[in-house]
């Protein structure tokens, strides 16, 4: 567990930052000491050339400097974008899997959280704490210092709901209505970073898994391409249920067919959805384990 005074790593294991952003870190790192963490930045946060902040062997490497440095009480994740895959081959995996550290990050970060369960069965979280300077800033602040540091789960408490069987519906509480649940251990994240792990040594075991999926980019069409591979990869046979993040541009466009009934049309009638706004792109969202197992009231047992 963090505690008040540790030391916290801030990595960027995807794209870097450019450089005219430095105010935004110096911001961030300005609110990370106001409750209480002492961020220390890795070499490899600004971009050097085009997108690349180092290569993936350096980038990994600044990574296992913090799982191996036994100051690091955790490791966040400030990046975004394409690359992160790219440190999957130079992880140590022993030394994570013996580390009592957690990873958080998100959207691309989605193909190292999910390599990281697959080789060690060791949990992270998908949320970005970058997050806590933008316009939903100070709920967020709140939430992560009371999660962070005061050992509470205000960051995982996750508002959905269920899709009803045939239209695609909210399940409601009326007579005669069914519950829906669904129960299992949550892998996924951003759809289109998750499929980079397919057929690769890295991709979960999606066996009674719940699969979490959502999206910053593509409208339909696209989305549809992201849930063929998965259907052709035998996913919809396996899981034990879906969960819905955000469609960002799916949704600030209106593309149609919406996403609910794309994702009715793979799956059919009886495996549980479960739709959230609070997980994804959005500056509002909230953190969710992967690799822990789903809790319906919490979002997942932390």
């Known amino acids: ?152 789960d205000d960051l995982f408490h996750i508002n959905y709901r269920f899709l009803s069987a045939d239209t695609g519906c909210q399940t409601g509480d009326t007579p005669g209505e069914r519950c829906m649940d669904m129960q299992g251990i949550v892998v996924g994240g951003n759809i289109r970073c998750l499929l980079k792990l397919a057929g690769t040594q890295y991709m979960p075991d999606l066996e009674d898994k719940i699969l979490l999926l959502e999206s910053y980019s593509g409208t339909s069409a696209r989305i549809e391409t992201y849930l063929c591979q998965l259907e052709q990869l035998g996913a919809f046979r396996k899981v034990a249920g879906i969960l819905l993040g955000t469609f960002t541009e799916m949704q600030q466009k209106k593309s149609a067919p919406s996403v609910e009934a794309l994702i009715r049309k793979f799956v059919g009638k009886n495996m549980p959805v479960a739709v959230t706004g609070q997980i994804g792109h959005g500056s509002d969202a909230k953190a969710v384990w992967i690799g822990k197992e789903w809790n319906r009231h919490r979002g997942g047992d932390n």
């Open 1 to 152: 567990m963090i505690q008040t005074g540790d030391k916290i790593g801030i990595v960027c294991c995807s794209n870097g930052l450019k450089k005219e952003r430095a105010e935004e870190v110096g911001r961030l790192e300005k609110t990370l000491r106001a409750i209480g963490l002492e961020p220390v930045l890795s070499d490899y946060i600004y971009v050097m050339e085009g997108s690349f902040n180092g290569t993936g062997e350096e980038r990994a490497r600044a990574l296992m400097d913090f799982y191996k440095d036994d100051g690091i009480k955790g490791i966040f994740d400030i990046s975004g974008g394409d690359l992160a895959n790219g440190i999957l081959p130079y992880l140590d995996y022993d030394v994570i899997a013996g580390s009592g550290k957690t990873l958080w990050g998100y959207s691309d970060l989605t193909a190292v959280l999910n390599a990281i369960y697959a080789r060690t069965r060791k949990a992270c979280v998908l949320y970005q704490i970058r997050n806590m300077l933008y316009d939903c800033g100070e709920r967020q602040r709140a939430d992560f210092g009371n999660t962070v540091i005061n050992g509470r």
